[in-house]
């Protein structure tokens, strides 16, 4: 046995002890690895998706002339709202103002607005829009032409 002193004590080391410790630095080196390796899921699976940014309607039906405006929001990782930007991919359909989400039908067609944070381009949404008389327009959105018979 191993004597030593502890406060001017003798302290009696044994093989009980040392079988006791051993098991409680293992299971606290187990526990430090299992969090690091949680915590680094947790962090890297932690990607916004494009469905993220929530608007106040995903599909709109217009008529020429008219105006609406799309809402958007977006809360990031720390609680606080972020600027999003609004883009037409046709202008020529329909225009959007970049800051405000206003969006003006210009002429027949079919179009989409993303939204995305400004300083993350890669958290965006989308709304399709539909320009057209609301006779014309199917169940799908698709314009149906007028046939002359």
């Known amino acids: 046995m ?16 040392k079988k006791s410790n051993t098991k409680i630095i293992i299971g606290v080196i187990l526990t430090v690895i299992i969090l690091a390796i949680v915590s680094f899921f947790l962090f890297f699976n932690n990607k916004k998706e494009s469905n ?3 608007l ?3 599909r709109l039906y217009m008529k020429t002339g008219n105006e609406f405006i799309l809402v958007g929001s ?8 972020s600027l999003l930007i609004y ?3 046709d202008p020529t359909i ?8 206003v969006i003006t039908a210009l002429k027949e067609g079919k179009t989409r607005i993303k939204v995305y944070v400004e300083t ?3 958290k965006y949404s989308y709304c399709e829009i539909i320009i057209g008389d609301k006779s014309n327009i ?3 959105g698709n314009i149906v032409e007028e046939s002359n018979e």
């Open 87 to 89: 883009e037409s991919e």
């Open 94 to 101: 329909a225009t959007v103002e970049k800051r405000t989400g």
């Open 52 to 54: 993220d940014i929530k």
């Open 74 to 81: 977006y809360i990031n990782d720390v609680g606080f709202s």
């Open 120 to 122: 993350s381009p890669d």
């Open 138 to 140: 199917d169940e799908f």
């Open 2 to 17: 191993n004597n030593s002193y502890i406060n001017n004590q003798p302290f009696f080391y044994n093989q009980e002890q």
């Open 56 to 58: 106040n309607t995903s």
